[in-house]
């Protein structure tokens, strides 16, 4: 008998998790519960739904109609509404932590408070505020070197950064206040200068795996300009690390994953299962945590998935049955770069439910599908982020030519960043670390 497997969202990490669950030897059927008809995840699944996967009893209901043996959860908000605790008590395994332990990423204050709790490294000075009063005291003693976060879930734009979006204490202050309008609370922390990386880790409670090291690029424009997205690209080396980090960068970032693991664990008495991804700085004073999501990075997924030479639904399998430890991952020795085509207006005021083509791409095994969807038999965008190509090559340049060949052939209202994973803007990189080290 095949294995059950539902996977919840409808994105491109969602397609990248649905194509390396089709690539594996065993016998498996796949279902997904999705927000659209994303054409790339209803080619390799046996049933795709339409619905609401935030309701808890809702996805139960139907993992209970599919007889599910495993739920593998691709955004955050459905682990924020404690789908994963409601499916493990109805006796069906998950990839994903359960609600308590999801607020390494739902709740900026919790994960610094945690770290700090238990003495691992890496994080900054900060203070949490529900109300104005302090603030100006405490920007002033940051000076000019400040972030402020919102404490909650906002699709990876509630942070804004000292000299990029904010240019003064008073812009922070504009921002503080917005956020207290609504009734949210936000963090003000230092401002760490440096290079990011993101480093995920497959984690069944005891044991951590690591996946090669990715950058993300969140800025929408050339060069690292321009509003926060969801992340407009991203790029890893064939290393597994990158041209700007030193081995002891990347033994840190594992270290820091696997005491927040272990932290997490004492904290609630309960081991974390699902995907611990780290959002890192490389700094002077050695490597900083930005902040903590709780699972596959977008578009950081579709570049480690692409090159894993393991089976992953095995790999699932052994993390929600607590075997991790004995099972050698492996990836291929490739570098991968990532570029996204986003709808233009992107992400501010971006073009809606326009027809898109893709008929040009040469090897669609390598196109991801992410906000679209199917109107009177017609692929249209859907406002966010539309489609992504993933290259592979023995180093960043030739993977980043083969994307950018196949990206450039999307036709529609859309742009997308060519800069990503070219000599240039990686040797800035270098540079900056090398003048900050």
Known sequence: MGLNILIIGSGAREHAIARALDASSKEKYI???ASNLNPGIVELCDELIIGDFNDPSFVVAYANEINAD??????????????SDALWDANIRVVGPKKDLAQIESSKAFTRDLLSKYNISGGPKYKTFSSIIGVSEFL???GKDYVVK????????????????????????????????NKGTFVIEQKFVGEEFSLMSFCDGETLKHMPIVQDHKRAFE???????????????????????????????????LKTAKALKEEFNEGYVGILYGGFIATKNGVKLIEYNARFGDPEAMNVLSILDSDFLEICDLMTKKKLKDKNIKFKKKATVCKYAVPIGYPEEPVKNKPINLNKIENPDNLYYASVDIK??????SGSRTVAYVGTGSTIFSAEKIVEREISKVEGPLF???DIGKKELINKKIDHMKSIR
């Open 376 to 381: 009177n038999d017609i692929l249209v965008e």
């Open 416 to 418: 997308h960043r060519s």
């Open 223 to 257: 060069n690292d300009t321009g509003p926060n997205t969801g992340g407009m690209g991203t790029y890893s080396d064939a290393n597994h690390s990158l041209p700007f980090l030193n081995e002891s960068d990347v033994n840190e970032a594992k270290s820091i994953n």
């Open 70 to 83: 495993l739920v593998i959860i691709g955004p955050e908000d459905p682990l924020d509404r404690g789908i």
């Open 31 to 33: 279902f997904c519960i």
């Open 140 to 142: 002033s003693e940051l």
């Open 150 to 181: 919102f404490d909650g879930l906002a699709g990876g734009k509630g942070v804004k950064v000292s000299g990029d979006h904010l240019h003064s204490h008073r812009d922070a202050l504009d921002y503080c206040s917005e956020i207290i309008t």
